[in-house]
């Protein structure tokens, strides 16, 4: 009896351990392909999520896009906190896509989730009337214009990078200047 707990516990062990290495095989792949686009994949931290989700204000009638939606945790929260709105998440990497696929799945494939593989750059934002984005300063800079020439009465909030040239109508903290890490703000924007 004694041996067959041990090895039953031996089993589980061996199993925590393989189920811990592919997903960190699969973790290690998605940072090797999205390394390789304009912005690699950082998820938003949990803790600013609530303040993000807040900032963004979706009311029933928005149609919110995230502009590379990475693991989707910004789409399912906003659409956990205001389940009325439209959501559409744009997000290149493949590996993403399958990801944010079997979380709406899990959430029970929300109908006003839309998931689009593809290049932000490439799609057309004229819909929106608000946006998420945590991207990088050349990023940014890059696509100011695309902002200014199709988002009309819309909000596009920035985790920790601001637009160039472009003056935020509210900044708001994060995080402090911590040892490691500088100050970090969420910028809300108007267009
Ligand atoms: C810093 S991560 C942020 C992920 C997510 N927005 C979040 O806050 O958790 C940036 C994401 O943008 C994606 N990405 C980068 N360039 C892209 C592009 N041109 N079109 C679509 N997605 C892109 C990356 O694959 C990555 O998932």
């Given at each position: 009896m004694a041996a067959l707990a041990i090895g039953l516990a031996l089993l589980s062990v061996q199993l925590i351990l393989i189920v811990a290495l592919l997903v960190f095989i699969l973790q290690a792949v998605i940072f090797l392909i999205s390394g390789r686009l304009d912005v690699p994949y950082v998820p938003t931290r949990q803790k600013y999520l609530e303040t993000i989700v807040s900032a963004v204000g979706a009311k029933p009638s928005d149609i919110v896009y995230e502009l590379g939606c990475g693991d989707g945790r910004f789409l399912i929260s906003a659409w956990k906190k205001e389940p009325a709105a439209k959501y559409v998440g744009i997000e290149r990497n493949p590996l993403l896509v399958v990801l944010v696929r079997f979380r709406l799945f899990l959430a029970?494939?929300?109908?006003?989730?839309?998931?689009?593989?593809?290049?932000?750059?490439?799609?057309?934002?004229?819909?929106?009337?608000?946006?998420?984005?945590?991207?990088?300063?050349?990023?940014?800079?890059?696509?100011?214009?695309?902002?200014?020439?199709?988002?009309?009465?819309?909000?596009?909030?920035?985790?920790?990078?601001?637009?160039?040239?472009?003056?935020?109508?509210?900044?708001?903290?994060?995080?402090?200047?911590?040892?490691?890490?500088?100050?970090?703000?969420?910028?809300?924007?108007?267009?």
């Open positions: 029970g494939n929300p109908e006003n989730i839309v998931l689009r593989r593809g290049d932000f750059f490439k799609t057309d934002l004229s819909q929106a009337t608000r946006v998420y984005a945590y991207l990088l300063p050349g990023v940014m800079e890059a696509l100011l214009p695309k902002c200014e020439r199709e988002l009309k009465n819309a909000l596009f909030v920035s985790n920790t990078f601001s637009f160039p040239r472009k003056t935020a109508m509210r900044s708001v903290q994060l995080s402090k200047q911590g040892r490691f890490t500088g100050e970090r703000y969420l910028y809300t924007y108007e267009f």
